[in-house]
């Protein structure tokens, strides 16, 4: 039903007969046939075959019912099949590569099934040879902008939710994705509502500043499409970059829909949105990858510090300088301070370390643990390292390790 409405859309923005700028289904099925497999080919022809009898009132007996047909989701699932097994696409788009593959591999790719599927309209007697390229090239930027458009969106916002409907077998990685939330630097609570409603705000300015009654004849304002996408980008990432592109682009349907737009100036429209998307897609790429980074990050500071507390010996880390960087409560406990506040970049000779055992001064630069790390050393000191505390002098061994020995 879905695939039925969204390709109704297509009936009204028609660059030549049989051919429209705006083309949706294909960025879902190749996004379906992405992220749930290949085995769903022959529900995705059998849906198409549907609404080309319903909306394009296309006859059986012709070269575009069948073969057309046939020939253009079967070059999708060719496509989704090299994506998958070729180039080890991860659906779920978590990384640059990955948004980089689907974008730079499909679009390409997706011009074979356009000029295969426009071959089939010359057969039928439908467009002259004469407008064969011509025609090919309409129906790629409909397909390619419905990729770019509808494929990142389907895939990180409505396919995890259809795979767990339909019962396919959840793996860690599908856990994290359901489990991950929000993002670590984006708005909580009213101010993301608030934030929300600018967003939208936004995008029906530049709508209308582009597409506004004034602005018939001035196509240089379609620049400000670029504003509240990058914004959007920014605070949300990919998921909320792939939603704003979508609004957008549908946005451009309607205002050329009810004004009554000229459907040749919209294809024009569409390539923008390609080159949109594109830059949309990879910057809230980049602000995902940011996030992940930082969450993955958080957690293994976390379980460090938990394996430190549980540590029964004192555990301290220094710099380059000496100055602490982290300990655990056993060395707090050993020192007798309260808390690591007072003591994490300070000086960690000049606290424990600083006089000798016959009461003489100990400089930094000869201390035998400092010429140790700096050195990339290991060393294992027992009961021979004196610290004085407090005014109180005592021996414990030492175990040195540096982060960058080899």
């Known amino acids: 039903?879905?695939?039925?409405?969204?390709?109704?859309?297509?009936?009204?923005?028609?660059?030549?007969?049989?051919?429209?700028a705006w083309y949706p289904p294909v960025g879902i099925a190749l996004a379906l046939l992405i992220g749930m497999g290949p085995r769903y080919a022959r529900a995705t022809l059998l849906v198409g075959r549907a609404y080309s009898k319903v909306n394009y009132r296309e006859p059986f007996v012709s070269y575009i019912f069948f073969p057309g047909n046939s020939l253009d989701f079967g070059?999708?699932?060719?496509?989704?099949?090299?994506?998958?097994?070729?180039f080890k696409l991860n659906w779920r788009l978590t990384s640059i590569r990955d948004v980089m593959v689907l974008l730079f591999v499909a679009l390409p790719l997706s011009g074979i099934a356009a000029f295969l599927a426009a071959l089939t309209l010359i057969l039928d007697h439908v467009i002259p040879w004469s407008a064969y390229v011509h025609a090919s090239l309409d129906w790629w930027v409909g397909d390619a902008v419905a990729i770019a458009c509808l494929t990142p969106f389907c895939l990180v916002l409505v396919v995890p939710v259809v795979r767990r409907f339909t019962g396919l077998p959840q793996n860690a990685a599908d856990v994290e994705s359901a489990s991950a939330g929000k993002k670590v630097h984006?708005?909580?609570?009213?101010?993301?509502?608030?934030?929300?409603?600018?967003?939208?705000?936004?995008?029906?300015?530049?709508?209308?500043?582009?597409?506004?009654?004034?602005?018939?004849?001035?196509?240089?304002?379609?620049?400000?499409?670029?504003?509240?996408?990058?914004?959007?980008?920014?605070?949300?990432?990919?998921?909320?970059?792939a939603t704003g592109i979508l609004i957008l682009n549908i946005g451009i349907v309607l205002s050329l829909q009810f004004s009554g737009g000229d459907p040749s100036r919209f294809a024009l429209l569409q390539l923008l949105m390609l080159v949109l998307s594109l830059t949309g897609l990879i910057l809230?790429?980049?602000?995902?990858?940011?996030?992940?980074?930082?969450?993955?990050l958080s957690r293994e500071e976390e379980?460090?510090?938990?394996?430190?507390?549980?540590?029964g010996e004192a555990v301290y880390g220094v710099d380059s300088n000496g100055?602490?960087?982290?300990?655990?409560?056993?060395?707090?406990?050993?020192?007798?301070?309260?808390?690591?506040?007072?003591?994490?970049?300070?000086?960690?000779?000049?606290?424990?370390?600083?006089?000798?055992?016959?009461?003489?001064?100990?400089?930094?630069?000869?201390?035998?643990?400092?010429?140790?790390?700096?050195?990339?050393?290991?060393?294992?000191?027992?009961?021979d390292l004196t610290v004085e505390l407090q005014r109180r002098e005592f021996s414990c061994g030492a175990v040195v390790f540096s982060l960058n020995s080899k």
């Open 323 to 383: 100055d602490c960087t982290f300990c655990n409560a056993a060395f707090l406990r050993r020192i007798g301070y309260p808390s690591s506040r007072a003591l994490l970049g300070r000086n960690i000779h000049d606290v424990i370390h600083h006089t000798r055992a016959d009461g003489s001064p100990y400089p930094w630069t000869e201390c035998v643990l400092r010429n140790a790390f700096m050195a990339g050393e290991k060393l294992h000191l027992t009961q």
């Open 284 to 296: 809230g790429t980049l602000i995902s990858e940011r996030d992940r980074t930082e969450k993955r």
């Open 1 to 20: 039903m879905i695939f039925v409405l969204l390709d109704r859309t297509t009936v009204y923005l028609q660059i030549l007969p049989g051919i429209s």
């Open 186 to 241: 984006e708005a909580r609570g009213l101010r993301r509502a608030i934030e929300s409603v600018c967003f939208g705000a936004a995008i029906v300015g530049s709508l209308w500043l582009a597409l506004g009654p004034r602005s018939a004849s001035n196509q240089n304002r379609f620049y400000v499409f670029f504003l509240p996408i990058v914004w959007i980008a920014v605070r949300r990432g990919l998921g909320g970059a």
């Open 75 to 86: 070059t999708y699932t060719i496509i989704a099949i090299i994506l998958r097994r070729v």
């Open 303 to 311: 379980r460090m510090r938990l394996l430190l507390e549980s540590v």
